[in-house]
């Protein structure tokens, strides 16, 4: 596991405490930096799974007091190594406790997470130009039949982090990153869709491409890739893994499809950009409630215990209405083939 140093800053007169709550941790080191006008600055190094139960209990006992700050750097290598020992649990408490904290565990903190998803979830220029730049790369690839430019657009296609960001919003129950990121997803979708149509009505559009007629109507295949890249999204966020890779998966199910409408709208093929249509619902509902069930399953929720309530009660409605959505976006697929 990845390992993070944690530098806190606090009035001379918290030292204590603080020092007798690190000590408390297990697994981790810490040492005194410098002093300076009537604060004093202490680091520790800790594996990135343990970052935020440090975090937590800082902010829990140093939130209102004046001139605390904690600040979180990735680390790249220490040395000597730093192996975690296993520890022996000795009651029952101590290994529901240790069974509660393996999921944690497991991700960086939920700071992290939110840091990571929070720029890209808001609708600006930078995401505006990459959606425009990669609906007519794509456009371009699905009429010329060309699968490279294909994975080339969507190399560029900025929809991972949107998707990310609203399932998170519902782990969090974080209503403004929730209307952020849905605010910036609708956005790309009508950019997408207006601009394939566009150029579907200027440039022929030839129907029986199979780049375009393979994405004309979903399937049951289709659900389960999409619910993979979903699951895949969230887990490179929240393992702090490069996201470049797993955002081409989110984009292969979401851009393609909806310029295939957009393309077939403009040239006037309306049962074709239909199919194409329900594809891409069904793809987005999926995505996103694989999201929400795997930050779940991760254990991702608010510190204070009132807004973990609620946001418990947010995400089962959530993973309730993405599940009901889909069971009838796959009645209507089925009555579609059929």
């Given at each position: 596991?990845?390992q993070?140093v944690?530098?806190i800053?606090?009035?001379?007169?918290?030292?204590?405490?603080?020092?007798?709550?690190?000590?408390?941790?297990?697994?981790?080191?810490?040492?005194?930096?410098?002093?300076?006008?009537?604060?004093f600055?202490v680091s520790s190094?800790?594996?990135?799974g343990?970052?935020?139960?440090i975090?937590d209990?800082?902010?829990r006992?140093?939130?209102s007091t004046?001139?605390f700050?904690l600040?979180?750097?990735p680390?790249?290598?220490?040395?000597?190594?730093?192996?975690?020992?296993?520890n022996?649990?000795?009651?029952?408490?101590?290994?529901k406790?240790?069974?509660?904290?393996?999921?944690?565990?497991?991700?960086?903190s939920?700071e992290?997470?939110y840091s990571?998803?929070?720029?890209?979830?808001?609708?600006?220029?930078?995401?505006v130009?990459?959606s425009?730049?990669?609906?007519?790369?794509?456009?371009i690839g699905?009429?010329?039949?060309n699968?490279a430019?294909?994975i080339?657009a969507?190399?560029?296609?900025?929809?991972?982090?949107p998707?990310?960001?609203l399932?998170l919003?519902?782990?969090?129950?974080?209503?403004e990153?929730g209307?952020?990121?849905?605010?910036?997803?609708c956005?790309?979708?009508v950019i997408?869709?207006?601009?394939s149509?566009?150029?579907?009505?200027?440039?022929e559009t030839?129907?029986?491409?199979?780049?375009?007629?393979s994405r004309?109507?979903?399937?049951?295949?289709?659900?389960?890739l999409?619910?993979?890249?979903?699951c895949?999204?969230?887990?490179?966020?929240?393992?702090?893994?490069?996201?470049?890779?797993i955002g081409?998966?989110v984009?292969?199910?979401?851009?393609?499809?909806?310029?295939?409408?957009?393309?077939?709208?403009g040239?006037?093929?309306y049962?074709?950009?239909?199919?194409?249509?329900?594809?891409f619902l069904?793809?987005?509902?999926?995505i996103?409630?694989?999201?929400?069930a795997?930050f779940?399953v991760?254990?991702?929720s608010p510190r204070?215990?009132?807004?973990?309530?609620?946001a418990k009660?947010?995400?089962?409605?959530?993973?309730?209405l993405w599940s009901?959505?889909?069971?009838?976006?796959?009645?209507?697929?089925?009555?579609?083939k059929?």
């Amino acid at each position: 596991m990845a390992q993070r140093v944690i530098k806190i800053i606090l009035p001379l007169d918290s030292k204590k405490t603080a020092i007798e709550l690190l000590e408390a941790q297990e697994n981790t080191i810490f040492w005194q930096e410098e002093s300076s006008n009537g604060n004093f600055v202490v680091s520790s190094l800790t594996e990135a799974g343990h970052s935020e139960a440090i975090m937590d209990i800082f902010e829990r006992n140093f939130s209102s007091t004046k001139g605390f700050k904690l600040i979180v750097f990735p680390v790249e290598a220490s040395i000597p190594r730093t192996d975690v020992a296993e520890n022996n649990l000795s009651s029952d408490l101590e290994e529901k406790n240790a069974k509660k904290e393996k999921d944690v565990a497991s991700r960086i903190s939920r700071e992290e997470l939110y840091s990571g998803v929070v720029d890209s979830a808001k609708l600006s220029k930078t995401f505006v130009y990459m959606s425009i730049l990669s609906t007519v790369v794509v456009a371009i690839g699905l009429q010329n039949n060309n699968v490279a430019v294909i994975i080339g657009a969507m190399v560029i296609a900025p929809f991972l982090g949107p998707n990310v960001a609203l399932a998170l919003s519902t782990c969090l129950a974080d209503k403004e990153l929730g209307w952020d990121a849905l605010k910036t997803l609708c956005g790309g979708v009508v950019i997408v869709l207006l601009l394939s149509m566009c150029m579907g009505y200027f440039f022929e559009t030839n129907v029986g491409t199979p780049e375009i007629y393979s994405r004309m109507r979903a399937d049951f295949s289709d659900i389960i890739l999409a619910l993979a890249s979903g699951c895949a999204g969230v887990l490179a966020f929240t393992t702090g893994a490069s996201s470049a890779v797993i955002g081409v998966m989110v984009a292969v199910a979401l851009l393609p499809p909806l310029s295939v409408c957009g393309l077939l709208l403009g040239a006037g093929q309306y049962h074709g950009a239909t199919g194409a249509l329900l594809l891409f619902l069904t793809n987005i509902i999926c995505i996103n409630l694989a999201g929400v069930a795997t930050f779940l399953v991760q254990g991702v929720s608010p510190r204070i215990w009132w807004e973990a309530t609620k946001a418990k009660k947010a995400t089962i409605k959530a993973l309730i209405l993405w599940s009901v959505l889909l069971m009838l976006l796959s009645v209507i697929i089925y009555s579609w083939k059929s």
